[in-house]
């Protein structure tokens, strides 16, 4: 498998940014080279956290205000009680896909999985 070598990667463990966000926002930041104050960017986490975003998903649906998450033409799925911030199944490799979900998500994203865990060792 060839993956392009010619842009700069920087690989960010979805695991890694659930367990030290803010750091791993710094190190994003630096990537880009954005400087951006710590206290701003435990702001930024804060506001993005599941809680936070729900909260403002509702807050944008009762007043029917269009944002990040409330789209007048999606009013029915809203009544019917869809949302944009839905469940965020944990660990879904496990717990949501069946064993030849398991197989076959292995067998089409294993090697870009390994070489990705290659670039953060």
């Known amino acids: 498998m060839n993956f392009q070598r010619d842009l700069p990667v920087l690989v960010v463990r979805y695991e ?13 930041c630096d990537f880009l080279d ?15 956290s599941v809680g936070a975003m729900r909260e403002q998903e509702q807050h944008e649906i ?27 199944n ?3 490799y496990a717990t949501v896909l069946t064993d030849e979900e398991r197989r076959e998500a292995d067998r089409v994203f294993g090697p870009l999985l390994a070489h990705v865990d290659r670039l953060s060792g």
């Open 90 to 92: 944990t660990n879904s």
């Open 34 to 48: 954005e400087k951006i104050a710590p206290d701003r960017l435990e702001l930024a986490v804060r506001q993005s």
């Open 62 to 88: 009762a007043a029917k205000q269009s944002g990040a998450f409330y789209r007048p033409q999606l009013e029915t799925g809203y009544e019917q009680g869809f949302r944009f911030v839905g469940r965020l």
């Open 16 to 28: 890694m940014l659930r367990v030290e966000p803010v750091k791993q926002l710094a190190r994003i």
